[in-house]
């Protein structure tokens, strides 16, 4: 039946982490819902976040955990449930039982400690080591793309898959030698051929997970709006606008960035090379949010 999701005796995924097993449930609507077993003695901290409207409930299926308030103790059991928002101190809980939860998120809590996302990130920080760039660029080209999506009001699960699409992007790149992706000077045809299916191998590696969804967004960016990107040559519509984003960002990213033949450019000219660009290769709207984003974090003005 149209709309209606079953899921018997399984998980979207499971990620095991030391004391804790993560189970998520569902999501969608910007929320997450998971299981949570912790092991017997084992310490559970919230921390306060960033974002002061992040939600987070707990809801005891089974065990006994103890929280600390004020120097006085209170044990939640099944039934009982918990729930935090914008906390000004870290909330320490023990698990006195082994203790299962069911808990929800307004933020991408699992995503970020999935084994299967660190993993991938792993290669791509291996990419980063063989081409030379800093260790950064990833962290940075999500950074910016993240932002200028918010201002693009792509909404929450939009952004949160571009997030994790921004750190990946290059992971292609595992594939290319070392040699060819060091190489100081001009590549030959043949090697401009083979870096040109990193955006395919990282989508085909990502194909094969639970991030399926984000393979598209890593195929697509170095696709530019007047189809002379690669691999497919789409062109205007027919690329994500994810895509397009990361474009953006990284090309920024990697104009603002000594190279092995050149010295970085300053933030001000990758900026108004991107703008002339505009139309041309990069997508007239992000680029417009992309320069807000940039004025706002003090880089141009
Ligand atoms: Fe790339
Ligand atoms: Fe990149």
């Known amino acids: 039946m149209k709309g ?136 940075r080209v999500s950074k910016y793309a993240v932002k200028t999506a918010t201002k693009m009001a792509l909404g929450r699960d939009r952004i949160h898959n571009l997030f994790l699409a921004s750190i990946l992007h290059d992971i292609g790149k595992i594939n290319i030698p070392e040699e060819v992706l060091k190489k100081p000077d001009k590549l030959t ?25 984000l393979a598209d967004i890593v ?5 530019r709006v007047n189809g002379r990107g690669y691999p497919f040559g789409l062109k205007g519509d027919e690329i994500l606008v994810e895509a397009k984003i990361i474009g953006v960002c990284d090309t920024f990213d990697a104009m603002t960035e000594d190279r092995a033949y050149r010295k970085a450019f300053t933030a001000q000219y990758a900026v108004d ?12 709207e992000v680029v417009e949010a992309f320069e807000q984003v940039m004025i706002e974090e003090g880089k141009i003005n």
Do not use: C, W
């Open 4 to 139: 209606l999701k079953i899921l018997k005796d399984g998980y979207l995924e499971t990620v095991k982490n030391g004391s804790t097993t993560l189970s998520l449930l569902g999501h969608g609507g910007g929320i997450e819902m998971m299981k949570q077993t912790v092991l017997k003695d084992k310490l559970i901290a919230l921390f306060p976040g960033e974002d002061a409207s992040v939600q987070e409930f707990f809801y005891i299926l089974k065990g006994e955990v103890e929280i600390e308030i004020n120097d006085s103790k209170v044990n939640l059991r099944e039934d009982d449930l918990f729930s935090a928002q914008d906390l000004d101190e870290a909330i320490y809980l023990t698990a006195k039982t082994d203790v299962t939860f069911l808990s929800v998120s307004t933020y991408p809590v699992f995503h970020s400690m999935s084994n299967v996302i660190s993993e991938l990130r792993k290669i791509g920080e291996e990419v980063e080591r063989k081409d030379r760039y800093t260790f950064k660029h990833s962290s």
């Open 189 to 213: 045809d043949e090697e401009f051929e083979l870096v040109k299916k990193h955006p395919g191998d990282g989508a085909a590696m990502l194909r094969k997970t639970a991030y399926a969804d």
């Open 219 to 223: 195929e697509q960016h170095h696709e």
């Open 273 to 284: 090379e991107i703008k002339r660009l505009a139309g041309i290769q990069y997508d007239p």
